[in-house]
C-alpha cells in the first residue's frame, strides 16, 4: 500500500486547508486511516483518526471542533479539513493507514508528509 499526501501549504491564522491522502496498491477500505503531525524539535503526535466504514471517529484535544477527517472509499482517499488554523498547528502532517486510534507506533503504512505552515 502507497500512500501520497497533497495540500499542504501557507496559510493566515484563521484560515482553512484540506488535505488529502490518496492510497494506492491495495484495498485500504477496511484500514483505520489516520493522521499525525510532527512540528520541528517536537514528536510526532496524533491528530485525527477514522476506521475503515467511517463509523468511529477520534480527535487531539488541540483539533476537536476545527479539523475534520473524512474518506472516500470509492476514490480510496482520506482528507482533513482543517478550519480556524493557528500557528501551532504549523507541522508535517502524514497519513498512515491500518492502525489502531491514536497510536502512532500501531500504523503499518504511511505517506510522505505535507508542510502545513501557519503564519501571517
Known amino acids: 500500500v502507497q500512500l501520497q499526501a497533497s495540500g499542504g501549504g501557507l496559510v493566515q491564522p484563521g484560515g482553512s486547508l484540506r488535505l488529502s491522502c490518496a492510497a494506492s496498491?491495495?484495498?485500504?477500505?477496511?484500514?483505520?486511516m489516520g493522521w499525525f503531525r510532527q512540528a520541528p524539535g517536537k514528536e510526532r503526535e496524533f491528530v485525527a483518526a477514522?476506521?475503515?466504514?467511517?463509523?468511529?471517529?477520534w480527535y487531539a484535544d488541540s483539533v476537536k471542533g476545527r479539523l475534520t477527517i473524512s474518506r472516500d472509499n470509492a476514490k480510496s482517499t482520506v482528507y482533513l479539513q482543517m478550519n480556524s488554523l493557528k500557528p501551532e498547528d504549523t507541522a508535517v502532517y502524514s497519513c498512515?493507514?491500518?492502525?489502531?486510534?491514536?497510536?502512532?507506533?500501531?500504523?503499518?503504512?504511511w505517506g510522505q508528509g505535507t508542510q502545513v505552515t501557519v503564519s501571517s
Open positions: 498512515a493507514a491500518d492502525g489502531i486510534g491514536r497510536t502512532w507506533g500501531d500504523y503499518k503504512y
Open positions: 496498491g491495495g484495498t485500504v477500505r477496511s484500514y483505520n
Open positions: 477514522i476506521t475503515g466504514s467511517g463509523g468511529t471517529i
